[in-house]
């Protein structure tokens, strides 16, 4: 029975491997038109409008980043702007630290010189005063102790004030001529 199986079936047309059967193709057909029009009419709108979101969120992205780009650099700007301008200042500041600083050392050496001045003629002045204090108070010791003297050469007591005085002022008088004499030598 193979035998006659094998030859039954060389008899009969062997169907072609790459045409398939009138039915497969209508049937596939059908199913192919139905995908393609869930497709159509379901899943492209959706797919389109959440590529359609994506692209304005990308947008949307790039136009914030270019915005946030442009207030950075207009930060930096004015950022650099005050920067100069206080370095600028600074500078202006220290300068007129440094001119303050030379009329304060300015005023301080005039007040010095003056202070100075001051004392230096207070000193003359008290050491004036002190010497005419001397001068009187050693008048007075030397006119007494001139008239013990002349007394005791005399062998007589000085005793009138006026006469006392007149040979105290002469006796003075010699005294400084001859130190001034000396001094001019």
């Given at each position: 029975?193979?035998?006659?199986?094998?030859?039954?079936?060389?008899?009969?047309?062997?169907p072609n491997p790459l045409l398939p059967e009138v039915y497969d193709l209508v049937w596939g057909a059908l199913c192919f038109v139905a995908i393609l029009f869930v497709?159509?009419?379901f899943v492209l709108p959706r797919m389109q409008d959440m590529l359609d979101q994506r692209a304005a969120a990308i947008e949307g992205n790039i136009e914030k980043a270019d915005e946030a780009q442009r207030q950075a650099e207009a930060a930096l700007e004015e950022y650099t702007a005050q920067l100069a301008e206080a370095r600028k200042e600074a500078g202006e500041i220290r300068e007129n630290a440094r001119e303050d600083a030379k009329k304060i050392v300015a005023e301080a050496?005039?007040?010095?010189?003056?202070?100075?001045?001051?004392?230096?003629?207070?000193?003359?002045?008290?050491?004036?005063?002190?010497?005419?204090?001397?001068?009187?108070?050693?008048r007075g010791e030397v006119g007494s102790l001139a008239l013990d003297l002349a007394g005791g050469v005399i062998g007589e007591t000085l005793s009138d004030d006026a006469k006392a005085q007149a040979v105290v002022d002469r006796f003075l008088a010699d005294l400084e001529a001859s130190e001034s004499q000396k001094a001019a030598q």
């Open positions: 029975m193979l035998p006659a199986l094998v030859t039954l079936a060389a008899e009969e047309e062997t497709f159509w009419k050496k005039e007040n010095a010189v003056v202070e100075a001045s001051r004392v230096t003629s207070a000193a003359h002045a008290q050491i004036e005063a002190e010497r005419q204090t001397a001068l009187v108070s050693l």
